[in-house]
């Protein structure tokens, strides 16, 4: 008894495939300076505050930002 060869099919080809990034890191430094530590965290806070807004209006959520450090000097 002789096989029956099976029927097959042959690609070749390529593909290319651009997409735009869903990740973005991005590093921020808030610094404040007072001969008061307290007015110079409650500066720094502030412009913590302002950056996290930015960071909002451009649609990035506060679940996505995290704080690395903090430093205080007297």
């Known amino acids: 008894a002789q096989e029956r060869a099976l029927p097959t ?3 070749t080809g390529e593909h290319v495939l651009q997409v735009s990034p869903d990740i973005a890191y991005v590093d921020i430094t808030v610094y404040a300076k007072d001969a008061q530590h307290v ?3 409650r500066k720094a806070d502030e412009l913590l505050r302002a950056a996290k807004r930015v ?4 649609n990035i959520h506060e679940k996505n930002i995290k704080t690395n450090y903090v430093n205080v000097n007297r």
Not at 55 to 58: D, I, K
Request: hydrophobic share 50%.
């Open 39 to 41: 007015e110079a965290k």
């Open 9 to 11: 099919i042959q690609v």
């Open 55 to 58: 960071a909002e209006s451009l």
